[in-house]
């Protein structure tokens, strides 16, 4: 179904099932896959590639040109997964050659209103974006990461999965895997051990990111002094390698 008000540019693809209300807009180098629904007000625009059953409210503009100062115009792109949720007001733009240029979520998000995100951003699976949660342009956020509402990510940042930004906290630097954050600029506040427990989480994967949490936290190492200490256990608790990957891997500094 497609309202008579809506404009759909030639060169566009549309899935079956799709549904458009109306003064929607899609111009013509964007694909949308099936079951997808526009309430009203949409726009979309390209290259985009947009996978199965999403759902746009209305004043959702998705694949603009990003709002970076060094961006020409270059064709770069936005790919979407499936199930996402953009409610009212959700801005997403596309990537600059000055990353990889493309900017990518995954599926099963849920991006509430007035939320952004930025160009090269990548976001992954069961992902919440609270009302006004903002992520600035390279930010990689993990699985099942909360973005409380009026958050903002600095650019460059990532936020490890299953971690927790608490509402109107300003993320500087690295969360890693698991952690609750909160404040402006974001400190830590332990672990996010509810979610971990609801995602199915044994008891022994928890008592040991526990314990990986105190190294890094509470024992007054340096971050290399915890990661060498936390060596064994992340060889035999693949949760906690995933902890200590992120930690090795960061190029920001995680938050302490």
């Known amino acids: 179904m497609i309202h008579p008000t809506s404009v759909i540019e030639t060169g566009a693809v549309l899935g079956q099932n799709v549904k458009i209300g109306p003064f929607c807009y899609i111009a013509a180098n964007v694909v949308v896959g099936d079951n997808t629904v526009l309430e009203s007000h949409v726009v979309l625009k390209g290259p985009t590639v947009i996978g199965k059953g999403n759902h746009f409210y209305q004043f959702t503009s998705i694949g603009e040109d990003c709002q970076d100062k060094k961006y020409k115009g270059e064709p770069t792109e936005l790919v979407i997964g499936d199930n996402n949720v953009f409610r009212e007001n959700c801005t997403v733009?596309?990537?600059t050659i000055q990353d990889k240029g493309v900017t990518r979520i995954g599926s099963n998000n849920l991006f509430m209103n007035n939320t952004h995100v930025a160009h090269?951003?990548?976001i992954g699976d069961n992902v919440i974006f609270a009302s006004g949660a903002q992520s600035a342009g390279h930010v990689h956020i993990g699985d099942w990461a909360i973005l409380g509402?009026?958050?903002?990510?600095?650019?460059f940042c990532h936020i490890g999965a299953h971690a927790f930004i608490?509402?109107?906290?300003i993320v500087v630097k690295d969360v890693p895997p698991y952690l609750m954050a909160h404040g402006a600029h974001a400190v830590p506040a332990g672990l996010n051990v509810e979610g971990l427990k609801r995602r199915g989480f044994s008891a022994d994967a928890i008592l040991e990111v526990r314990r990986a949490y105190k190294e890094v936290y509470r024992k007054g190492l340096t971050v290399?002094?915890?990661l060498d200490a936390l060596a064994e256990k992340a060889a035999e608790f693949p949760e906690v390698k995933a902890f200590t990957d992120f930690i090795a891997n960061s190029s920001r500094g995680i938050i302490r």
């Open 93 to 95: 733009h596309r990537g």
């Open 166 to 169: 608490g509402g109107g906290s």
């Open 149 to 155: 509402g009026m958050s903002g990510i600095h650019q």
């Open 224 to 226: 290399q002094e915890a």
């Open 120 to 122: 090269d951003c990548v």
